[in-house]
Structure formats: C-alpha cells, structure tokens
C-alpha cells in the first residue's frame, strides 16, 4: 500500500529563479525504508519538509502531495501532526523543555491527550527507547547522541506512521550514528514503520536500505533499491558517498552483484584478487620539531580526574597529524592546551622549540598557532564574512589586506560567499570560511577540531584537498577527529588519544592496518588480500598496479 | 541539583509542599512570638541539615549566627525605645527591649531565610510550573522552555568567548575595547539565538504545538499520603491562625516586654506550631527509620 507519494512537485524559494525541486514524482509504499541522497544543496530538505506540512517553507510551488491517498493540505491538523513524525538535524535546537519527561510529553500535550493515556505512552516511549534511566535528568545534561534518541522518541510517542529525519546523524560520533541508525533499523523491523531519511553516512544506512532516491539539482535521477542505484550512479558526484565496498567494486569490470556490506566487500576482493601489498612510507622528514608536549597534566577541577596524564607528543614540521579517540577522551582539551586556551599543571608545552608554559594567549598565536573550533560558526561574530575578515586584518595588523583577502579567498574557492551572513551558509561553506579567516593571520600551525562534522563526502574530499594545498605551503595540520576514514586519507601520522596519553602513532596504513576494530571500512574489506590498503584509492590502485585480476574459480 | 537526595518530605505532591511552606513562612513573618519563632527556626534548621548534610549545613550555620548576631547589634543602636536603660551611648539610651528586639527580629529573619532555602531545594521549578501551569498554561511552558534555553546560551556565550580570545578579540587592552568586544560577541550570540529558535519553534510546529485543546502532563499523582499530611497541615496552621488572631500568642517589646504566658491556650499553641514545624524533619526522620527497619529485613 502506497502511503506518501508525490506527483510531479515542483517548488521555488521565493526571490529565487532556480528551482528547488523539478517535476519530482515518486512512491512510498508502507514499511519502506527509503534513504534520501544527494549534494548539499541538491534539495534534499526541501524535498523532505513537502512532506511535513506543518514546516513547509513558503515558495511558488506545483503538483501534489499525498498520505494515504489523500492530498496532504486537505487532511485535518491533528492528523498531519500525529501521523508524520519528523526528526530535524541539529540534537540541541529541536528540544524544547529542560526536563526529559516533559519533552517525550510535549507531542501528546499538543493533541490533547489526558494525563493517564500520556503518562502510559511516555513510560513506554522511555522503555523501548532504553533511556528509563534519563528520565527525570534535565535535557541540557544529556550527550549529543541522547539528545537525538531523545527527539526520536519524543517524535515516537505520537505513534506516527511515517518517519522523516533530516540528516538525524550529521552532528554525533560515529558510535553514536551507528546506536541511532540501529534504532531505526529497529523501528523498521520490529514495527513496520515507513522511514525516509536523508543522511551523509550512506556506509551505514545502504545495506538497511529499501530503495534509495537521489536528488541532482532538485530532479530526482534515480530511484530504486540500493544495489542498482549504486551501479547505475558509478560516475555521478554523489557516488563520492558510497560504502566502501561499492566504490571499490565500481572500479573494477566485475560483473558479480554489488557488495554493500564490508562482509560482502571481503568475499568480492577474496573472490578476485591474489595477495597485493602497498608499501609503508613515512614521508615526513623527521627534523624540526613544530610542537612537542613533555608529560602533560590537565584537569579541569581540582578533585576531578585528569584528562591529560603524563602526555607526549611530538609533530614535526610540515605534517599532517591525526588524533583519533572517542567522546570525551581529551582531544579537544589537548587541542585547547596546544592553542593556549589552557594550561597543564605539571609539564611542558613546546612551540617551534619554545617552552609556552607561562606565555599569554597572544604569544601563542605570535608563534604561529591557529584554532578553527569544532563550530566554525563562532569564529564570525559580524553578520558578514568580509567584515570579520577586515577586523582580524585590523587586530592582527596584516599589510596588503585586500590582496591577502582576495589570494585567500580565490584558493579556498569562497569569492562568492563574502557578502553572505555565515548563518546563511551551508556546513562545508562555513567551515571554508573559518579556515579563511584563520589562514588570514598567516599561521605556521594549524589546529582543526572535529573538521568533517557535518560534512558530506562530497565536502570531505574538498576539504581534504584543501587541507594538503595548505600542508604544502609549508604548514603543520594537527587534526582531532572521530572520523577514521577521513584521517586515512588526509594524515602523515595518525595516533590514538585514550586515558590521557598518545598512544601509538605511526603512518595511516600502518595505523589502521594493525588496528581491528578502530580502523576504516577498506581496511576491513581488503585486510586478508589488500595488505596495508586502508583507503578506497589504496585498495583501487593495487586492483589497477595488478592489472589482470586471478578469479579462483578459474 | 542532578542527583538529589530522594527523601520523605520531597515527594509528597507539590500542592502539599507548597501549602506547607506557604503556611509556615506567613506565620513566623507575622508574629513576634520569640516561642513560636524560635521554633520555627529550630524546625527550618533541622530540616535543611538532615537534607543537604553535615558538612554544608555547617558552613551555612555560621554565616547565619554572624547575621544574626549583627542584626541583633543594630536594632538597639537606632531604636531607643523601651523603659529599661542599659546604658547612654552618644547621650541616646541603649535599651534592654531593644537589644531582645533585635535578637528576636534576627530569629524571625534567620528562620525564614532557612524556610527559603528549603523552599528552593524543594520545590523545583517542574513542581512550581506543576501547581501553577494549570491556570497559565502557556506561561508554563515558556517558562519550562526559558530554563531550557537558558543553560544553551550559557554554554554558547562561553564558546565564542573562547573561539573569540584564540582570535585575538581580546588583545586590545583597555575598558573601552574590552566592552566593545563583549558587545560584539554578545550580538552575535543575539543571531545565534534567532537563528536557533527558528529551529525550536519548527520542531514544536512538527509536534502539533499550537493546535487546540492542548492538556497539561506531569508526574505527579495526589495519593492518600499526600491527603494526610494536607489535613494535618491544614488543622495545624488553622489552630496557630486562630490563636494569633485571637491574641492568644501576641507578645510586646516596647514599651515594655510582656510575660510569657503559659496557659493551656498559648500551650496549644505553641505546640502546634511546634508539630507544624518539624513535620518536614520528622518525615525525614521517620524516613530514616522506616528505610533501616525494612532494610534489615533484606
């Protein structure tokens, strides 16, 4: 039975001339599981809020919408709010009340419900969703990731028959993701319940997949089940965002069905491929020492636990350093105590050979050392990006403003964007910027916290590709990140932060080819035949350098 | 306030609890009774030690005893009222009613200080939104949402700081400069707040906020515990009221102090008043035991 479906819907923002969606037609039968893909800015949102009427955005729209057969502007209010649940991207703006138990009632509240039937619903909602133990907390409390399961639930709590996420994962870790993901798939599975969702993660949600739809500058090119969407899109932008598997199976000519999974992936390569190796080289040349911490102590409060304890680090100049580890394991305060944000307690903070131990925070950027935050958005405090870029030149005193703006601006590809409002701007845009502005004051080390956050791939391969343009002018990166495959690609050294120490650090193929379970998902598909291939262009060029492929059953 | 204490006396309903504080707090404020204030103290005292324990009910007592003391100081030192001289300071009289004045004005003050402190850690703001969201329910979910938000522009405000000294905002010494920066960062967090509750009021439309015949949820239930105490309360306060208002319990300073009376009436009183105070530490108390009996049974 068809439950949503759209009958060639076209819509343009007001002020604009472009659409934003272009004669789409589609069907959502009941207990689908539909994943929405597609660059930023292709649609995708737009797409999904024509489904909620609620937060349909005003614009010159044409066709048709319809739930359960019946246009969705006829149906009565109390039904389009109970029956279309809809979960936004960002954890922290959607929840309403400081209490738990409030916000999983605020839906119910809103229909009318009476106290027993709501008290009922909640305690069920906090059972399934296992935050019983959350209840009686105050939301601000919560992790971003419970902050999401707690806007799925309260969503659940109406009982709706579809499901729309925006992006629902965009903001957390990647342990997080996966435990919300593996909500939905629940969801899916144990209730039936019809989902739609767009997602950057396509590694996590394809193989849970019923069909896949994607949006290519508000036209819907493709539509259909996840193995044929990948082989049918093999040379589109978006492919950028597959699972691993896929891509690596899109560059060979094998003919054999699409692997999705890593298990598939690994019996594709064990099937066709003969042992390969990829030689470990360490490129960094091991001189001069850009930043070294001696024994490191931090705690934030005096009878707390310490965050760093004892660290050593060592980056050398001109290198790309990762540093991986889970939440709340000490990376951003190390990041924070290498920009002079803190200070340890016992040991020693070296800049370009300098001890900064009792040096101000004007020192440390003196010496060259930069920040861009997690959220980049804080680095704009003006409502457009050129006047904050004049007022760092102001307080920084750079000579030749409007030339150094306008070479900056034209190597990060952001021209366009200076007259904008950085709210205005996408995640990838904003983050370009901050990295503008930071890259204004002409820093020698450069500190990126969490830098792929709610980035698509397409966003991460050009922010990689940024990142080795400024790497090769001579500059230090130090990264602090979740997010595995994207340090294997950018990094010359990765090491693993946990219980306030550095532990191993080594090149990426060596990293995560000795690593098990904190590793990319090519190292997992390739390790019994790729040995040392941890990125998909690591695995693509053996399957090339290898040419003619042996099929074992031959 | 994450992990409080789960006890006897702040459980019961919110109705219970407020007409309780309500009932206490109006009587020590209206009388002069030292008996009766002094029990009030007592009782406040008490109980704020068994809920927040030893160590921090100390270090409140103290500053607690200074203030009383100071004000106990004053009073004589601007009143000069009274037939009983002590002695003449600046050719004005320093009067023993005035000084006692004084001490019984800093048990009045000092008690219901503690009632508030008590009030504030229990009657959390859920309870208070509880009890009055019924009559004013749009203003109790702006309040629930206030204190949401509150916390958030908090942790923001903090965050561009930080972003905002790396970049060097704050390198420019001066008062002047030093303002001119922290207006910028706070009217960027003035955008952010905007930009943010576009978000928040999208997520409330997409859950039907804003259709008609919106109810009212809370955890609360009213049980026949909570009945018993509202009644014991009730009878309590209504004896005090009705010696108080029957001049039962009045007792003068000026211009000279009257005698204790200690007849069955004032007894009744008094002892009241007594019960009316303790009941939130003998609750507490008959927690205690209650817990350690059936505990042993484990």
């Given amino acids: 039975m068809e439950i949503l479906s759209i009958k060639n819907l076209s819509f343009t923002y007001p002020m604009l001339n472009t659409r934003a969606l272009d004669s789409v037609t589609m069907t959502v039968e009941q207990g689908d599981f539909v994943v929405l893909c597609g660059q930023s800015g292709s649609g995708k949102t737009t797409l999904l809020k024509m489904f909620k009427r609620e937060i349909t955005p005003n614009g010159k729209c044409s066709g048709e919408v319809f739930f359960k057969g019946e246009p969705i502007k006829d149906i009565d209010d109390r039904t389009s709010a109970k029956k279309i649940g809809f979960v936004f991207q960002k954890p922290e703006q959607q929840i309403v009340t400081d209490k738990v138990w409030h916000e999983l009632a605020f839906g119910l509240e809103s229909l009318g419900y009476d106290s027993k039937y709501i008290r009922l619903r909640v305690g069920e909602m906090a059972n399934y969703f296992g935050i019983s133990s959350l209840f009686h907390r105050k939301t601000e409390n919560l992790s971003g990731g419970q902050k999401q399961l707690l806007n799925l639930a309260s969503v659940m709590a109406m009982s709706p028959d579809v499901l729309i996420l925006d992006e629902p994962t965009s903001q957390l870790d990647p342990i997080s993701a996966g435990d919300f993901i593996a909500t939905l798939k629940r969801l899916n599975t144990e209730l039936g319940l019809t989902i739609i969702l767009t997602e950057h993660r396509l590694q996590d949600v394809f193989p849970i997949a019923d069909k896949v739809a994607v949006l290519d500058n508000g036209k819907l090119i493709a539509y259909g089940k996840p193995r044929e969407i990948c082989r049918e899109l093999k040379k589109h932008p978006v492919s950028a965002g597959f699972p691993s598997a896929v891509q690596i199976y899109n560059s060979t000519d094998i003919s054999t069905d699409c692997p999705l999974t890593v298990r598939e992936g690994r019996d594709f390569i064990n099937n066709n491929f003969s042992k390969r190796k990829i030689e470990i080289r360490d490129t960094v040349p091991k001189t001069e020492i850009a930043v070294e911490l001696k024994d490191a102590f931090f705690r934030y409060e005096k009878e707390g636990q310490d965050i760093l304890a004892g660290t050593r680090l060592k980056v050398y100049k001109g290198e790309h350093f990762s540093i991986l580890g889970g939440n709340g394991s000490g990376k951003t305060t190390t990041l924070k105590i290498l920009s002079g944000i803190l200070k340890p307690y016992r040991g020693s903070v070296f800049i370009n050979g300098q001890k900064m131990n009792r040096k101000p925070l004007t020192e440390y950027s003196r010496m060259g050392i930069a920040m861009l935050p997690q959220n980049p958005e804080t680095v704009f405090i003006k409502p457009k990006i050129i006047e904050d870029y004049i007022e760092l030149c102001k307080i920084k005193g750079v000579e030749n403003r409007d030339k150094k703006i306008a070479e900056i601006t034209e190597s990060l590809g952001i021209k366009g964007l200076m007259d904008k409002h950085p709210y205005d701007l996408s995640g990838g845009e904003v983050q370009r910027c901050a990295l503008g502005k930071i890259l204004l004051a002409n820093p020698s080390i450069i500190l990126l916290d969490e830098p792929t956050k709610g980035i698509d791939a397409y966003g991460k391969i050009s922010l990689a590709k940024m990142l080795n343009k400024i790497k090769s002018q001579g500059r230090t990166i130090i990264t602090v990140t979740h997010d595995v495959e994207f340090s294997a690609i950018v990094s010359d050294r990765c090491a693993l932060f946990f219980d306030g120490d550095v532990l191993s650090n080594s090149v990426p193929q060596e990293f995560f080819s000795t690593n098990n379970f904190y590793t990319t998902s090519v190292s997992r598909i390739c390790r019994d035949r790729f040995i040392n291939a941890v990125t998909v262009d690591d695995a693509v060029s053996l399957i090339k350098e290898g040419g003619q492929y042996e099929n074992k059953n031959n | ?298």
């Fill in chain 2, 1 to 298: 306030m994450e992990n409080r204490k789960i006890s006897g006396f702040n459980t019961l309903h919110p109705a219970v609890l407020f007409t309780y504080f309500v009932s206490v707090v109006i009587v020590a404020m209206f009388c002069t009774n030292p008996v009766m204030l002094f029990l009030a103290l007592i009782g406040g005292v008490s109980f704020f030690g068994v809920m927040k324990g030893a160590k921090l009910f100390f270090q409140d007592l103290c500053f607690y005893i200074l203030m009383a003391v100071f004000i106990a100081i004053i009073n004589p030192l601007f009143s000069h009222n009274g037939v009983t001289p002590l002695f003449f300071m600046n050719g004005n009289p320093v009067t023993l009613e005035a000084i006692l004045y004084g001490v019984d004005i800093a048990l009045m003050l000092v008690g219901v200080i503690y009632w508030c402190k008590c009030y504030s850690e229990v009657m959390t703001t859920d309870k208070f939104l509880f009890l009055f969201g019924k009559a004013v329910p749009k203003l109790s979910l702006v309040l629930s949402a206030a204190l949401r938000f509150i916390p958030l522009f908090r942790r923001k405000l903090k965050e561009i700081r930080s972003v905002q000294s790396s970049l060097g905002l704050y390198e420019k010494k001066g008062m002047i400069n030093r303002v001119t920066a922290e207006l910028k960062v706070f009217s960027s967090l003035i955008t952010w707040s905007l930009e943010n509750s576009v978000d928040t009021g999208a997520s409330m439309k997409a859950r039907g906020y804003g259709l008609k015949g919106r109810t009212h949820f809370s955890v609360f239930t009213f049980r026949k515990r909570d009945l018993g105490y509202l009644i014991c309360i009730i009878v309590l306060v209504g004896i005090v009221i009705l010696g108080m208002s029957m001049g039962i319990s009045d007792f003068k300073f000026y211009p000279e102090i009257s005698e204790f009376n200690f007849g069955l009436k004032q007894i009744a009183v008094y002892i009241s008043f007594g019960i009316l105070s303790f009941i939130p530490f003998l609750s507490e108390l008959w927690e205690v035991i209650m817990w350690k009996y059936s505990a042993s049974k484990i």
